[in-house]
């Protein structure tokens, strides 16, 4: 198997082999793919739309795929778990693969999605950490973070803490950047979604208000980014908005912590050289 796998059957092909070997030894496959939506979001990031609507849509390697994997519910499947940041392709994959629970939003699940207190305490203590070395507040850089709006319990970002927690173990100290450089990939993607006046306009509020309401998507397009709610939704997937509270019908979502506030004010930063580099373009034209 291994051998035709390697050298005669590439890309979804490989599937079906294994399908006909799960079936053969009377086993069912469990499926697992992380960040399925990972070359998506880059797509995004950079720009190049098209080659994203190539790949996920009608005889796309990614559709086919998705099908593929359908298929394969009816006998060798016996389950898939898929993660990600974004319902982004949901939409897209909707007739190929129309089974799929959408597990982020429901309210039995919040706690999965990060690390509660209880769990950070359990993690300080099996580490070794001594407590008296943190001299931050974790739970203002980390916390904060609510899925459902009837959750009773706010997560901390694992990548966050962890982050914070390895270099204590590493290096006998807090680190001397509280926020982790990953996060600028977050801002690198911030910039390219507010690109046209209304998402901008939109992430401006939220900066002025720490928040804004909206009604959580639960699938959409990369054609709907330019709508409001589609872009607020998108943040909420992204880890820069949370739910806070249900008010007059729909959802208070919030900046969730201190580092993700950061992000906020790098962007506000930027927008601002960069209208004042245009502005000083356009003098130098009348000089």
Do not use: C
């Amino acid at each position: 198997m291994i051998r035709n796998i390697n050298e005669t059957q590439p890309g979804i092909a490989v599937l079906r082999i294994a399908y006909d070997a799960a079936n053969d030894a009377g086993r069912k496959i469990f499926v697992i793919i992380d960040e399925y939506d990972h070359f998506a979001n880059d797509l995004i990031a950079m720009g190049v739309d098209a080659i994203y609507q190539k790949q996920a849509r009608a005889n796309g390697i990614v559709r086919d795929f998705y099908e593929t994997l359908k298929i394969g519910t009816s006998d060798a499947v016996g389950r898939i778990f898929i993660t990600g940041i974004s319902p982004v392709m949901i939409d897209d994959l909707t007739s190929g693969f129309n089974i799929a629970s959408n597990l982020t939003v429901d309210e039995h699940y919040n706690a999965m999605l990060g690390f509660t207190q209880e769990e950070v305490d359990t993690l300080i203590k099996a580490t070794g950490v001594d407590k008296k070395l943190i001299t931050v507040n974790i739970q203002t850089y980390y916390d904060g973070y609510k899925f459902h709006k009837d959750a009773s319990l706010r997560a901390y970002n694992p990548t966050m803490i962890l982050y914070f927690l390895n270099r204590i173990v590493k290096s006998g100290k807090i680190p001397e950047e509280i926020i982790d450089d990953n996060l600028k990939t977050d801002y690198g993607r911030l910039q390219r979604l507010t690109m046209n006046r209304e998402n901008r306009e939109t992430l401006l509020q939220i900066i002025r208000d720490d928040g804004i309401y909206s009604e959580i998507k639960t699938k959409f397009s990369i054609d709907n980014l330019a709508d409001t709610g589609h872009f607020v939704s998108l943040l909420f997937y992204m880890g820069l908005l949370t739910i806070d509270k249900a008010d007059r019908g729909l959802l208070w979502l919030k900046i969730p912590n201190y580092s993700i506030r950061t992000i906020y004010w790098e962007y506000l930063m930027q927008m601002i050289a960069d209208t004042n580099r245009e502005v000083q373009l356009n003098l130098s034209e009348w000089q």
